[in-house]
């Protein structure tokens, strides 16, 4: 994944070769691995991104976002038990209460495209974005980057054996913004961390 290895300094010999040239602005928009779009359009939008190598650089990153906002001791709003078990510790009463301080989540998908959280009724059962708390943090993996929505909706509907999930939305609202589309339908400013670990 190219962006990731640019995080941690490591350089090809063609990056050291190769002379740095301005792009017209008239030559049109290079064509961006799937990583380095998602980390741009994410970041551009005011998402938190935190990219970790292994679970105890994920432990670490969740501590210093709780340490940072004060979140220890507070009601969490989570509906996922795997998630609950490795975050155990950090003194968090896990519960279903819109009155939590915050959501933590997995999600389906992280999509490219727009820098959006692909979310079903897996991780937020029929509550619309509105009604959750407005701070989340998302657990995801490298492996769940998909280029465009339509990609993440194929997977949500390859995985499904029954019937597929209901409450299909996205969060892509991370600043205040008067662009929207249909797929933002009833979405609110959300502040938002992401806790990105490396599978692939």
Sequence with gaps: MGLFKRLLGKKS??????????????FPEQDLPTDEKFTRNFSSKGGK????LNWKEVAEAFDNILLENDWYEQEVFCMDTALME????????FSQSDKSCFVLSQCESLVASNGAILLCSNQIK?????????NIIIFATTSQLVET?????HLIKSRSNKSIPT????????????EKDFMSYGSSTKNLYLLLMEDL
């Design 126 to 134: 029929e509550k619309k974005l509105s009604e959750l708390p407005a």
């Design 13 to 26: 010999k063609s990056d050291e070769k190769a002379p740095s040239k301005e792009r017209s602005k008239y």
């Design 149 to 153: 929505i339509s990609e993440g909706l």
């Design 167 to 178: 409450n299909i939305t996205t969060i892509q609202d991370f600043e205040t913004s008067d």
């Design 49 to 52: 991104f935190l990219y970790c």
């Design 86 to 93: 490795k975050f155990d510790g950090y003194n968090l009463n």
